[in-house]
Nanobody
Framework: QVQLVESGGGLVQAGGSLRLSCAVS????????MGWFRQGSGQQRELVAA???????NYVDSVKGRFTISRDIAKNTVYLQMNSLKPEDTAVYYC??????????WGQGTQVAVSS
């Protein structure tokens, strides 16, 4: 059974940094893509960052230059390094594999709160 487990969230001040981790029960290469989504209070879920099996990355405009998605194949883990955090980054962050497919997987989410 495939499971994704996020960790690393917390409360930080604006300008601070956090690194989120997504531990995958199977090989990252079992999926075409891994990504991080977020959903703020009263907001729609949005894709923040994605990495495909060939290592290509994409980011939503609002986090470009501040967030970095990466992977550690040996540890079957995907990371989201978040720097220069802003209050508007406050949200529950979810790790997902192959979303919008018939074989999508989602983690339980981890809360990120950024104070001004």
């Amino acid at each position: 059974q495939v499971q994704l487990v996020e960790s690393g969230g917390g409360l930080v001040q604006a300008g601070g940094s956090l690194r989120l981790s997504c531990a995958v029960s199977g090989s990252i290469f079992s999926f075409n893509a891994m990504g991080w989504f977020r959903q703020g209070s009263g907001q729609q879920r949005e894709l923040v960052a994605a990495i495909t099996s060939d290592g290509s990355t994409n980011y939503v405009d609002s986090v470009k230059g501040r967030f970095t998605i990466s992977r550690d194949i040996a540890k079957n883990t995907v990371y989201l390094q978040m720097n220069s955090l802003k209050p508007e980054d406050t949200a529950v962050y979810y790790c997902s594999a192959d979303w919008a497919t018939q074989n999508d997987y989602w983690g339980q989410g981890t809360q990120v709160a950024v104070s001004s």
